[in-house]
């Protein structure tokens, strides 16, 4: 939190405000009323003064006028007397002086003798010289007081007689004024200490609402939006309170709203199955979801931030432009030599109503099943159209004989009509496994199922191949005694039984052994068709089972193979629930599995 500092603090701004308006105020009138206050004090104190004098320079002009002309020693006498009748404790001393500047008397009784000298004060020079009275203030330096001297000229009939120079304490009205002084001062200190606890307690009442604001709005930023300013009143400050508050509500519900929202956004970007890749306007990765990062087998700070044409692996192919202005799906190809990976990507643009690209989004979805179905009915078709092919042009060939006149010669004909009819008897063959193979393709076909006793329904079809082998193939059974009871469609199972074992006696040379063996267990049996000959390479042996694949193709064709018997019974026992593998070592020898579900409780029930 930013600590605002003591003297920025509108608190401290307020009070110093007050205290300094405070004292400008103080001292404004303090300055005015102490000088007029001066001024009266003086003025009064030179009046009364003043009073007194008029009244001595009365009676001293009188005695003066009296006495003008005779040589009269009284004088000083006479003026001596009115001078001492004056006494007065503010009055320090009086001179009568005459228009010569000799002093005619003093009221100072301790120094007579300076009667009769010449006076030497200006003052009193001054205002001989210009008939008009001259004040001053003087120090007295020996009691520190300040003394008043005044020079006031006696006038008679536009003449000056002489003047009479006074010396007077005016100390009183300076100590009078340093008290008046001192009252005020400690007035302002008073008032500036009443200032500054008003001062005080008005900015809290400013500043606690404002402070409490700052406080919300930090937590605000905080994200916590629980709190509340309180409101102290209606004022201006109030109402910013009131409005500060509901600004927190609006606030609190929109954050609501779209961490809601992300979230919600958040969850759907993650439980989809597609992968979402989102790019900012430079193609550069900015969002990716789960998804995406396992479509891709990358880790998301090895994307995030990168382009997004390097990621998707097409950096050669395509530029981002292309990208943004891409209609089609592209296939993007990660397969190794081992498994087939394909990613299906879909890109569509992110634009404001202007136009501006603000990014890309990417939707990936993972190709490869469809891809291999695509691939696998697109060979279908090719290894359909070349089995049928095959036996259509040897048929062809042979019948061009015939019509270019074969059919007269009494042995070719019916050798050449023999092929025909071979060719045509595989075509059907085909056909029909084709049928039978698009009839368990689709998922609408039901299993004629009954219970039968196995070991019972294999050793007939065992029985029924050693009755009609042409080999020198023997036959072992590696057989259980007992019986068990497995439910089974049994023309299916004839079926798969059937291609099986002539598979063992077509692979098998003549000496040859094929075994015939059964395992039983609680939850399945398992049988096995072995024989000793010449086997699979072990690369093939689990494409054995693929639609049309034969190892050696020119031998197995000419053996009559399409290679669909193995897929066709793929198909059969794994609709029975079971499953079926093969294990072999070329030229030692094959053995094929397979497993059907069985329950030993139900075999007790049939015993
Ligand atoms: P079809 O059964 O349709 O007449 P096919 O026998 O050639 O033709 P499958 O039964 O599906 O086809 O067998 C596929 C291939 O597996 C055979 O062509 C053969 O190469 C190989 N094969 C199957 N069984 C054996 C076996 N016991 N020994 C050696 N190779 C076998
Ligand atoms: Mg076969």
Redesign the pocket.
């Known amino acids: 939190m930013q600590k605002v500092g003591f003297f920025k603090s509108i608190h401290v701004k307020i009070v110093l405000i007050y205290i300094l308006l405070i004292l400008i105020a103080m001292q404004i009138i303090g300055l005015y009323f102490a000088r007029e206050l001066e001024d009266t004090l003086k003025d009064s104190f030179t009046n009364s003064i003043g009073e007194r004098v008029d009244l001595v320079e009365f009676s001293v002009r009188e005695e003066i006028i009296k006495k003008r002309g005779e040589e009269d020693p009284t004088i000083e006498q006479s003026l001596r007397t009115v001078l001492y009748s004056i006494g007065s404790d503010d009055i320090n001393q009086i001179r009568v002086i005459d228009k010569n500047f000799r002093i005619l008397a003093t009221s100072e009784t301790t120094n007579q003798s300076i009667v009769g000298q010449r006076s030497t004060d200006s003052l009193v020079r001054q205002s001989i010289a210009s008939e008009t009275p001259f004040d001053n203030i003087k120090l007295d330096l020996q009691r520190r007081d300040r003394i008043w001297v005044l020079a006031s000229p006696i006038i008679y009939q536009g003449e000056v007689l002489g003047t009479i120079y006074l010396e007077s304490n005016i100390e009183t009205v300076y100590r009078q004024m340093n008290q008046i002084n001192r009252i005020l001062a400690g007035g302002t200190a008073t008032a500036l200490v009443i200032t500054l606890i008003l001062g005080i307690l008005i900015s809290q009442t400013i500043t606690r609402p404002i402070s409490d604001m700052r406080r919300q709005a930090q937590a605000m930023a905080k994200g916590n939006f629980s709190r509340k300013v309180r409101v102290y009143g209606n004022d201006e400050i109030g109402q910013l309170a009131i409005a500060f508050n509901h600004l927190t509500n609006r606030l609190q519900e929109a954050q609501s709203t779209t961490e809601g929202e992300r979230r919600k956004l958040a969850s759907v970007l993650s439980n989809m199955t597609e992968g979402v890749i989102a790019t900012d306007r430079k193609g550069r990765i900015i969002l990716i979801n789960d998804p995406a990062l396992r479509l891709l087998r990358v880790p998301r700070d090895m994307v995030l931030h990168r382009p997004i044409s390097s990621v998707l692996g097409i950096e050669t192919q395509y530029t981002f432009e292309d990208l943004i202005h891409m209609k089609e799906s592209i296939n993007l190809d990660f397969s190794s030599p081992e498994r087939p990976y394909i990613l299906l990507a879909n890109f569509s643009v992110i634009q404001k109503e202007t136009g501006f690209v603000n990014g890309l989004i990417t939707v990936l979805h993972d190709n490869t099943e469809q891809e291999k179905i695509d691939m696998e009915r697109r060979e279908f078709v090719a290894n359909v159209s070349h089995e049928l092919r095959t036996p259509l042009t040897t048929m062809r060939s042979y019948l061009e004989a015939l019509v270019d006149g074969a059919w007269q010669d009494q042995e070719l004909a019916p050798a050449f009509l023999n092929v025909t009819q071979t060719e045509t008897e595989r075509m059907i063959?085909l056909v029909n496994?084709l049928l039978q193979l698009s009839k368990l393709d689709s998922s609408d076909y039901d299993l004629n199922k009954e219970f039968v006793d196995f070991n019972k329904f294999f050793n007939r079809i065992i029985d029924r191949f050693e009755m009609s082998k042409s080999q020198q193939v023997q036959f072992q059974r590696l057989l259980p005694e007992s019986q068990f009871f497995v439910e089974i469609d049994t023309d299916k199972l004839t079926q798969v039984i059937d291609?099986?074992i002539?598979?063992?006696l077509?692979?098998?040379p003549d000496g040859g052994n094929i075994r015939f063996g059964i395992i039983v267990q609680d939850g399945f049996i398992k049988a096995m068709i072995s024989?000793d000959?010449?086997?699979?390479p072990k690369d093939?042996v689990e494409r054995?089972?693929d639609r049309f694949?034969?190892?050696?193709r020119a031998?197995?064709?000419s053996?009559?193979?399409?290679?669909?018997?193995?897929?066709?019974?793929r198909e059969m026992i794994e609709a029975h629930g079971g499953a079926i593998w093969?294990e072999?070592e070329e030229g030692h020898?094959?053995t094929?599995f397979f497993t059907l579900p069985f329950e030993l409780d139900e075999a007790g029930e049939w015993d």
């Open positions: 063959r496994d291609n099986i002539s598979n063992a077509k692979y098998s024989d000959g010449m086997g699979i093939n054995i089972f694949y034969r190892v050696d031998r197995a064709r053996m009559g193979g399409s290679g669909l018997g193995l897929a066709i019974a093969a072999s020898g094959t094929i």
